[in-house]
């Protein structure tokens, strides 16, 4: 079944009891120490579904919707802040979701953006491991609220599914040794981080890294101011406009990154809405600073 990739509140509201609802808001926190959450909550969903609620969740979000929690959906690994399960393993955690196959997902986030930026992440995550009948809710809840939606507090009561994941579209994912950083300029790689981040105004993030500059040599700077305003994504029209201005279109090979995959995603999403066929970089400057800190050689 084909879904919009983005879904307005409106026809959320008017098509409540036809799609499952996700709630995708994430609270940014400091990367969690990589053995101890490997010894207490690898591949342990239901430990941490007990233990790492996200208290905007709790107090506030869309009836019935379950959290999709980024501190379990994904574990912090040495290069990746969201590594990525395999199927098998996200698979366990989503079925917790109450997910069954052939739902039409409909994912949301909240604050910043209306909350594209998680909500995209989520999205593209799903879409990584093949599910496609999935959406955004453009402007996430307080949209949502805005068109007469249902909100609750506490955690919503969520039976099992049967979701099944049985493989990776690889052909979304772009990992380091993919992308020619030596030669940025013969692909079109994206730098999703604010105007402060890529020209270095404010401190990479990365005390540690042995880096020199800032971002990598012909990246095009691509913040998610582009493709969406306060409330949520622009209108299609807008975002390919936005796209066409930055020299990038259709049949291009296009890699988008940020710090830690999360702005990288709406800019994703909006390039697959206006035709676009990208790679998202998971790694991003969080893999890089310490990996390959001599690619970020740019700054001012």
Known sequence: MAVDMIVEPKWVVQNFGNIRILDASWTFKPKADIAEYKAKYYNKFGVGMNELKNPEYLAEHINGAAHFNFDIAYYPSENERFTLYTP??????????????????????????????????????????????VSVLNGGIEAFKLAQGVVQSGESMISSGNYEAKSVDNNILAKMADIPFDNLASIKYLDARSKEEFIGKVPIGYPDSKAEGVRCKDAIHFPIGEVCAAKGFKKKTDCDQAFAAKGIKVGDTVVIGCGIGLSASAIWLAAARSGIVAKLYNGGVHELAYKAPQHLNTKG
């Open 88 to 133: 098998e393993e996200f698979s366990s955690y989503v079925k917790r979701l109450g997910v069954f196959n052939g739902d039409h997902l409909v994912i949301y986030g909240r604050g910043k953006d209306g909350g594209m930026a998680a909500a995209s992440r989520a999205y593209w995550t799903f879409r990584y491991y093949g599910y496609t009948t």
